[in-house]
């Protein structure tokens, strides 16, 4: 049975105010398929869905058809999100890595562009996110009047509200703060680690070949040099009483 989404409250009363600031480098940049004139745009957008979604996406992580459908305009960028998320790509690298808090406040953050309010709406999206799988959380979210109000059907969503009046920088983007593997998992694989696979690089036989200029090839000849033969006569004169050999010089004489 699929239990619906349970109230929650936002952590502070700021979080119900339209944040009033000033603009700078930091604020959030919207990509948006209106604004999309050329393919150069286009392929602008369709990486930044991916980078959303998948922090990078690489060459075997892409999907031609979803992009293509998006370039024809048969989808909107609201369904290409959803495909993303519900993709073999993010099950296996993220879902599958990672309890179902840390999938329900990745989600929040990555498709309304905010943090969750507190454990309390993770525990709300958990409990849809237990009974209902990934595609009904996702579904709700993307469905949500929050989601549409701030997003709409052709704009990928971003990071909102970066920019804190209070502190000279803003928040740190959801990327960093949040990796792919949570503390837990981390332990499990036993990260950090250094694990080197592969074999050692043998060095050529003409790179040990003597070229001239070593130290040790003088060995040999700094050791035939006459102060270095009598080194252990010299450490003998130090029993020398130099006192009995200094001239004597009687007064009167």
Not at 154 to 178: A, K, M
Not at 216 to 230: F, G, H, I, Q
């Amino acid at each position: 049975m699929a239990l619906p989404l349970l109230t929650y409250a936002p952590t502070t009363q700021n979080s119900r105010v339209y944040a009033l600031r000033v603009g700078s480098d930091e604020d959030p940049k919207a990509v948006s398929m209106d604004k999309a004139l050329d393919r150069e745009d286009q392929n602008f957008l369709i990486e930044a869905a991916y980078r959303q979604i998948f922090f990078h996406a690489f060459k075997v992580d892409r999907d031609r058809t979803l992009e293509s459908q998006l370039r024809d305009g048969q989808i909107t960028v609201r369904d290409f999100i959803r495909s993303l998320c519900l993709s073999d790509t993010f099950t296996r690298s993220f879902y599958n890595l990672n309890n179902n808090y840390r999938v329900a406040r990745h989600l929040v953050e990555k498709l309304l562009g905010r943090r969750t309010h507190g454990k309390s709406e993770e525990i709300a999206w958990s409990a849809v996110l237990m009974t209902r799988g990934v595609k009904g959380m996702v579904d709700d979210i993307l469905d949500s009047q929050e989601y549409l109000d701030a997003f709409g059907y052709d704009t990928v969503p971003y990071h909102r509200n970066r920019v804190v009046g209070s502190r000279d920088l803003g928040e740190t983007p959801f990327n960093i703060t949040s990796p792919r593997y949570d503390a837990y998992h981390r332990g499990i694989l036993g990260f950090p680690q250094v694990v080197y696979t592969g074999t050692a690089k043998a060095y050529p036989e003409r790179a040990r070949q003597r070229r001239g200029g070593f130290p040790e090839d003088y060995l040999s000849w700094v050791r035939s040099m006459p102060a270095m033969r009598s080194s252990a006569g010299a450490a003998g004169s130090t029993n020398m009483d130099y006192l009995a050999k200094v001239p004597y010089r009687s007064i009167g004489r």
